[in-house]
Antibody
């Protein structure tokens, strides 16, 4: 059974930092691009960051460049999102998603940025 | 960025009737290899998104054949031949021809 399990979401003050984790199982993780996609409360989907199978290419949306870093560890079947200088507009459910022969999504982890 | 525009944004449908969602991109989604980079996703209430269709018309594993995708260039359509209760949710088109990958605003399908 394919699973993507996110963790690390929390309530954090503006300017704070968080690290999100995503543990994958049930598919060939090293053959998949991995992404973080977020959804603000009551809003649509927004792609945040994307990393190639071997980690050699990374992409970010403009609003998180310089603040967020995506990384992966293929030996641990895991992908991460390090978030710094968090803003209220970063408040969202963050989904981990895999892209290859199929598309896989986790259940999401909630990040709330508020004082 | 490529802008994805869906219509309608709200779609009330009677059970057993067909439904159609339109998606238009601000530029062509035809890649250099001839493939067209347009996917459709379904998000049921309280659930994570799920991809239904990739590269315009290919159904993902486990997706009922009442779902079909069509279109070319910049204009695309998702059709449901006979709506069932489990189809309630929000549907998104998405382009992945260039970064950042972008989604449409979403179309909320509800049962009349």
């Amino acid at each position: 059974e394919v699973q993507l399990v996110e963790s690390g979401g929390d309530l954090v003050q503006p300017g704070g930092s968080l690290r999100l984790f995503c543990a994958a199982s049930g598919f060939t993780f090293s053959s998949y691009w991995m992404s973080w996609v977020r959804q603000a409360p009551g809003k649509g989907l927004e792609w945040v960051a994307h990393i190639k199978e071997d980690g050699s290419e990374k992409y970010y949306i403009d609003s998180v460049k310089g603040r967020f870093t995506i990384s992966r560890d293929n030996a641990k079947n895991s992908v991460y999102l390090q978030m710094h200088s968090l803003r209220a507009e970063d408040t969202a459910v963050y989904y981990c998603a895999g892209w290859g022969l199929r598309s896989y999504w986790g259940q999401g982890t909630l990040v709330t940025v508020s004082s | 960025d490529v802008v994805m525009t869906q219509s309608p944004l709200s779609l009330p449908v009677t059970l057993g009737q067909p439904a159609s969602i339109s998606c238009r991109s601000s530029q062509s989604l035809v890649y250099s290899d001839g493939n067209t980079c347009l996917d459709w996703f379904q998000q049921r209430p309280g659930q994570s998104p799920r991809r239904l269709i990739y590269k315009v018309f290919n159904r993902d594993s486990g997706v009922p054949d009442r779902f079909s995708g069509s279109g070319s260039g910049t204009d695309f359509t998702l059709k449901i031949s006979r709506v069932e209760a489990e189809d309630v949710g929000v549907y998104y088109c998405m382009q992945d021809i260039q970064w950042p990958h972008t989604f449409g605003q979403g179309t909320k399908l509800e049962i009349k």
